[in-house]
T-cell receptor
């Protein structure tokens, strides 16, 4: 597609339930990133994929968070046993990757509300 | 202390004003510096990036980096109401293939 697509755009879930967030990157972009944006705060890095592997997952806040990428394309971010502090906008970005390439393109995000 | 500090604003200016947005940082390993613009309920979009110290100009936008002071700026000339958005600075140790560290963003409103 022309841009990074994220679904759902909004998700309301009950505390304790699992959620899956999806990201479709720009075709041909080998690098994919997940960030979290809490209200009034900057973007927090969660995880980076190069191809299907994740060389940097240092930002995942707890073992309730996991992510995978298949076919060097779609990625899913899974949050298990959601807590109220997980409420945030989850943003996905993709890029061509490689040193010096700063052309990150972000999706519009998934707004997650845990009630 | 956060690695990147940015005044959240809000900053309100009249149309046509020159806007100055700034960030300070603590990690001297940062080499790539970026400015993103984020409209409400949208993802951030890259405005400009610079490598190391110096200035870069693109239309009405000028980015400055002073690594000795660990201080970066974005200037917007002849500001327009369409510039109303949140501006986020971001930094990276290596370009591409590495995480970005963001400031909290400055909310800008340009009034008619």
């Amino acid at each position: 597609g022309a841009g990074v697509s994220q679904s759902p755009s909004n998700k309301v879930t009950e505390k304790g339930k699992d959620v899956e967030l999806r990201c479709d990157p720009i075709s041909g972009h080998t690098a994919l990133y997940w960030y979290r944006q809490r209200l009034g705060q900057g973007l927090e890095f969660l995880i980076y994929f190069q191809g299907n592997s994740a060389p940097d997952k240092s930002g995942l806040p707890s073992d309730r968070f996991s992510a995978e990428r298949t076919g060097e394309s779609v990625s899913t971010l899974t949050i298990q046993r959601t807590q109220q502090e997980d409420s945030a906008v989850y943003l996905c970005a993709s890029s061509l990757g490689g040193a010096g390439n700063l052309g990150y393109t972000f999706g519009s995000g998934t707004r997650l509300t845990v009630v | 202390q956060k690695e990147v500090e940015q005044d959240p604003g809000p900053l309100s200016v009249p149309e046509g004003a020159i806007v100055s947005l700034n960030c300070t940082y603590s990690n001297s390993a940062f080499q790539y510096f970026m400015w993103y613009r984020q409209y409400s309920r949208k993802g951030p979009e890259l405005l400009m990036y610079t490598y190391s110290s110096g200035n870069k100009e693109d239309g009405r936008f000028t980015a400055q980096v002073d690594k000795s002071s660990k201080y970066i700026s974005l200037f917007i000339r002849d500001s327009q109401p369409s510039d109303s958005a949140t501006y986020l600075c971001a930094m990276s140790i290596t370009g591409g293939g590495n995480k970005l560290t963001f400031g909290t963003g400055t909310q800008l409103k340009v009034e008619l």
